[in-house]
């Protein structure tokens, strides 16, 4: 694996951020979650939180806790240290490589944005049917909600802009097309996506012990299903 | 053992330090917004620290005690009145049994905590009290306390206490320490140098008013519009509580308790995160200051600072310790 040299900055005084790259690359999120898993295998002292995104990892400390080890100098310069001298050994990223099957339904009256897709695009529901479910796409990261994972690349024909006027209330399961990123909706939340499908799965649920579907690093594949196995699927 | 809430007030939650470890999940971390009055509170009636509270604004709630028990108040003073008696923020406070807690007026700050000595029963939710209203999940049934809600607190020796009368403990913690009375500080943030010439020479010394859609998912602040140099399209990336981030309409919001973990507008600063429980306690309406300091300051305000904590904590315990003795 090729390593670019990373630019770490302090994100306030309780954070700190390694960026890769200032762009979307496969190559720099697999550093990103490189050192995402080596920091979760080898945890800090102190650092409470460790969050992927596309191309940066961010840290998130307790300084009180980062100073003893410091031994009263400068929580951020010991951790960047330590973070600039983290010795990665370039190596496979374990993750499994399986993807995870996502039963989709674009029926008309889940998908209140496909029509308006079919128009940016200029590909049939068919064809942008079949190109959103060829794809094997990574989750690069969760953010903007609990469990919401952010996947790419979508094709590029079906690549299309963000609503100009966002949606105040998208619901739960939905699917939806931003850019090159595709994304599933794990509440109903607003939104500005558009909105192609809708999956029956549960993408977040509180009552489980490992609340959210995806994490950072999973392969994923749709697999599109009609509205009546849809409606099956909840009754089940 | 346990309190009923008779009117709910405005944004009633049960709230700790927070949810932490889960951000990689997008699950946000909540947790008090001026985390050193939650840890005040809890001190003053020897609490653990991080042990849950009640976090209010105003119009705030009306409570009631089913049992009798030790209580503190900190951060923001509402007028607070144990059956219709005025008590003080920042003491120890004994209630008697069927005790009504009430609050009169916004005296001062924005956002107050009631901590009940033992703390309160309810189940951890990622390992975390606090609410997360967005997800319904932590607190009180993930939501806004609501008329009626009765909530356990847990038994403690301490409260085998033969009086029946309200009763204020002499002593009080000073958090004034705590606090900055003059202008907020901010660390530069990554994008800071992308402002144009007026943007940055502005953040020299910034005015801004805090909106009324400020919430706890960020402070919205109002300001001369503030640009780039080039329109910037950045990545989602990391940000966190205190992080400024300059909107596409030039206008800056600083993120909160219930903020994102990712964002993708310029990061101009971040309020150290020593001021930020001043910050959350201004009122919408309220003008604020920025200036910008540097790591090395916001370090050892932030190392200042801890000390204090420790200090006030160490010396609630020794007054707690020697008022049981007797």
Request: glycine share 8%.
């Amino acid at each position: 694996m090729k390593k670019t040299i990373a630019h770490i900055y302090a994100l306030g005084d309780q954070a700190i951020t390694i960026e890769w790259s200032a762009s979307i690359s496969e190559e720099a999120n697999n550093q990103v979650m490189h050192s995402f898993h080596f920091l979760q295998l080898h945890p800090i002292e102190g650092v409470t939180d460790i969050i992927p995104a596309y191309s940066s990892l961010t840290l998130i400390y307790n300084s009180t806790i980062i100073r003893k080890q410091a031994m009263g100098g400068s929580p951020f310069e010991w951790l960047k240290k330590k973070l600039a001298s983290l010795a990665v050994a370039p190596r496979e990223t374990i993750q499994n490589t399986v993807p995870l099957i996502i039963p989709v339904c674009y029926d008309l009256s889940l998908a209140p944005d496909l029509v308006e897709a079919t128009q940016l695009t200029g590909c049939s529901i068919e064809e942008l049917i079949a190109l959103h479910t060829s794809e094997i796409y990574t989750v690069y990261m969760l953010g903007f909600l609990p469990g919401f994972a952010y996947m790419a690349s979508v094709n590029k024909k079906i690549q299309m802009p963000r609503k100009a006027n966002p949606r105040k209330l998208v619901a739960a399961g939905s699917i939806g097309i931003a850019g090159e990123q595709t994304g599933i909706y794990p509440l109903e939340a607003p939104g500005g996506w558009q909105l192609i499908g809708q999956t029956p799965l549960k993408i977040f649920d509180i009552s489980k012990e490992e609340p959210c579907l995806f994490k950072p690093g999973n392969k994923v594949k749709f697999e599109a299903i009609s509205l009546e196995q849809f409606h099956q699927f909840n009754a089940a | 053992m346990s309190i009923t809430i008779i009117k709910a007030g405005l944004f009633t939650t049960v709230q700790d330090v927070g949810r932490k470890g889960f951000q990689h999940l997008g699950i946000n971390p909540n947790g008090a917004m001026d985390a050193l009055a939650m840890q005040i509170a809890n001190v003053l009636i020897q609490n653990k620290s991080d042990e849950a509270v009640i976090e209010f604004f105003y119009p705030a709630p009306v409570i009631r005690f089913n049992a009798s028990g030790f209580i503190a108040l900190s951060g923001a003073d509402f007028g607070a009145t144990i059956n219709e008696i005025p008590i003080p923020i920042n003491h120890p406070i004994f209630v008697p049994e069927n005790a009504v807690l009430s609050f009169t007026k916004k005296i001062s700050g924005h956002i107050a905590y009631l901590a009940i000595q033992g703390g309160l029963e309810l189940n951890e939710w990622m390992n975390s009290y606090s609410t997360n209203t967005r997800a319904g999940a932590g607190g009180v049934e993930g939501r806004v306390l609501i008329n009626d809600d009765e909530i356990h607190f847990k038994a403690t020796a301490l409260q085998e206490n033969k009086q029946s009368q309200l009763q204020v403990l002499p002593w009080m913690a000073d958090t004034k320490g705590l606090y900055q009375s003059q202008s907020l500080r901010y660390l530069p943030g990554n994008e800071f140098s992308q402002l144009n010439t007026f943007s940055q020479q502005f953040m020299t010394n910034a005015q801004f008013t805090i909106l009324a859609d400020s919430d706890r998912m960020g402070y919205r602040l109002k300001g001369p519009v503030l640009k780039c140099k080039k329109q910037m399209e950045l990545i989602s990336s990391g940000v966190t509580n205190g992080t400024i981030q300059l909107l596409p309409n030039g206008q800056c919001i600083v993120l909160l308790a219930d903020h994102q973990t990712s964002g993708g507008y310029p990061r101009i600063g971040h309020i150290i995160q020593s001021d930020i429980p001043t910050l959350v306690q201004q009122s919408p309406g309220s003008i604020i200051r920025l200036i910008p300091v540097n790591m090395e300051t916001a370090e050892k305000i932030n190392n200042r600072q801890a000390q204090y904590l420790q200090q006030l904590k160490n010396a609630c315990t020794l007054q707690l310790n020697a008022y049981h003795r007797h």
